[in-house]
């Protein structure tokens, strides 16, 4: 079994991605809601898990990240940090959580750091850099999000690939200088062109984490339920399920439900005398 991550010999921290991508290290992560897979998770050599707000749709079935809420994150970073203590563990901050002002960012991120993340991640930098500024001096790391920004939907009119025009690929260059200048440990690159990525990973002294961002990226996350295939209506491109999670999933209902109405589940032996 291969173990050549960071995460075999001592656990990640924040500090550890600026010394991964000046080693050349590629790092993965990915995306986790509930203690179950959390306790999986914390036998891998994957480096970080993210408690994404994506855990209101592919947890809670809402069409968009929208609907994430600060107690929603709450429960499901508690339930990660349960399942695996030992993970450098990432929260997002949900929408609009740090757009109200310092006070409810803070309380924001006070929630998501003592629910068990040791980061948190915010999507942009426009308009909200003194909260980024400010997480950072109070010793909490963060993380950015650029490129397709899944909290900003509504303004793209759908879930688009960002920075294909000249124009756009410079403000996402920008973007990035000013998220590092701000002092966040790395920055999330998503939906992107490769060159863009390679582009921006080439500038940056943070690593980037790409999701739908290309292999020039330093590292790589994916959504949970996307790695193992669990979605069967819908596969995005860039996401490459490493097991037919879905289809092994179904079958084992399938089998269950036969075995129950054939009378072959329980057998003797799955029963007490
Ligand atoms: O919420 C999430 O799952 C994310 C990933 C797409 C990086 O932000």
Redesign the pocket.
């Known amino acids: 079994m291969p173990h050549t991550s960071l995460a075999s010999t001592e656990p990640l921290t924040s500090r550890s991605f600026a010394l991964a991508k000046s080693e050349g290290r590629k790092l993965s992560m990915v ?1 986790c809601y509930d203690y179950t897979f959390a306790r999986l998770l914390s036998q891998t050599n994957l480096d970080g898990i ?1 408690v ?3 855990a209101a749709m592919v947890m809670q079935g809402h069409p968009s ?1 929208l609907s994430a809420s600060i107690e929603m994150l709450r429960l499901h970073t508690e339930a990660v940090s349960r399942g695996a203590p030992g993970k450098f563990l990432v929260a ?1 901050m949900p929408f609009l959580s740090y757009r109200k002002g310092m006070p409810a960012a803070l309380d924001a991120a006070h929630t998501l750091l003592t629910a068990g993340a040791q980061a948190v ?1 915010l999507e942009g930098v426009d308009g909200h850099e003194d909260v980024i500024q400010r997480l950072v001096q109070s010793g909490i790391p963060v993380m950015g ?1 650029l490129g397709l920004q899944p909290q900003s939907v509504h303004a793209y009119g759908g879930y688009r690939v960002q920075g294909r025009e000249a124009c756009s690929a410079r403000e996402i260059l920008r973007r990035s200088a000013a998220i590092e200048e701000l002092g966040a440990f790395a920055i ?1 690159l ?1 939906c992107v062109p490769r060159a863009l990525a390679q582009e921006i990973t080439a500038a940056r002294s943070i690593p980037t984490i790409g ?1 739908g961002a290309g292999p020039d990226c330093d590292g790589q ?1 994916l ?1 949970l339920q996307d790695l193992l295939g669990l979605n069967l209506d819908f596969q995005p491109k860039f996401a490459r399920p490493f097991l037919e999670g879905g289809r092994s999933v179904l079958r084992a209902f399938d089998e269950f439900d036969e075995a129950v109405k054939t009378g072959a589940f329980p057998a003797p032996e799955e029963s007490y005398s």
């Open positions: 995306t993210l994404g707000d994506s990240t997002d991640k999000h999330v998503e999701i996350i959504v």
